[in-house]
């Protein structure tokens, strides 16, 4: 089955197959655009269109005159591999990239995706806590808690909550930060005995100072942060 695509002014025709190795749920994709039947290549003494490879187990298929997708043994036997519409091949992309998600979070989005639900991590984990309440939850509510139930107790808490992410801790750290770098400039400092305050605070760890003697005479000075608390304090 050709699947015609269009890359600028170029036509590609990508045709998929499904691997023939047991157990495997790979696919062999390829593009046959520029196929010539009147210039078939000869490859190690065989009629040849293209090498290609199972996007899963790996293993090599010739493509072959007549559009058959080969995977040939040691012996020269083959098996011919099922031609699927290219729609297969992608939704098993989006399973792999779900099975090798290990990010409780993340993994419970992609599967909100690859089912093509709605819902919101948040919903999903509200879902799973009222059925373990005993409380009743839609059909496809109920198929994310049965598919992610390791994944929510995870993110649930002792206490029934939402556990916070590490992006909601590292959020709040820099709000934290910036409301201390608020409150420290402009803040009177003594430094090596003349007055002085805090100009601004940078991101690589420095401080830049206004100082002033007695006469009046002013300028500016750097100084890394561990100096700038050794002073505070």
Not at 181 to 201: D, Q, V
Request: glycine letters at 6%; hydrophobic letters at 30%.
């Amino acid at each position: 089955m050709n699947h015609f695509m269009t890359n600028g002014d170029e036509n590609m025709a990508f045709e998929v197959y499904k691997c023939v190795e047991k157990d495997c749920k790979g696919y062999i994709v390829f593009d046959n655009a520029d196929f010539d039947f009147n210039d078939i290549p000869v490859v190690n003494g065989k009629y040849e269109f293209a090498s290609t490879h199972c996007s899963e187990c790996g293993k090599e298929y010739k493509v072959v005159p007549h559009y058959s997708v080969i995977l040939l043994d040691k012996n020269g036997d083959f098996d011919e591999a099922e031609n699927v519409c290219i729609t297969a091949y992608e939704k098993r992309e989006i399973e792999r990239d779900f099975e090798k998600e290990t990010d409780p979070y993340e993994k419970v989005k992609k599967f909100i995706n690859m089912r093509g639900y709605t819902y919101s991590v948040k919903d999903v984990i509200e879902g799973y806590m009222n059925k373990k309440q005993g409380f009743y939850i839609s059909y496809t509510m109920n198929d994310c808690v049965n598919n992610l139930e390791k994944e929510l107790m995870s993110l649930v808490d002792e206490n029934g909550g939402m556990k916070r992410s590490w992006i909601q801790e590292l959020i709040d750290y820099k709000r934290k930060i910036d409301l201390l770098i608020e409150e420290l400039e402009g803040m009177e400092i003594r430094y090596k005995g003349y007055y002085g305050s805090i100009m601004y605070l940078r991101t690589n760890g420095t401080v830049r100072i206004y100082l002033e003697d007695e006469d009046g005479h002013n300028w500016e000075e750097d100084m890394t942060w561990e100096e700038l608390a050794k002073e505070i304090d």
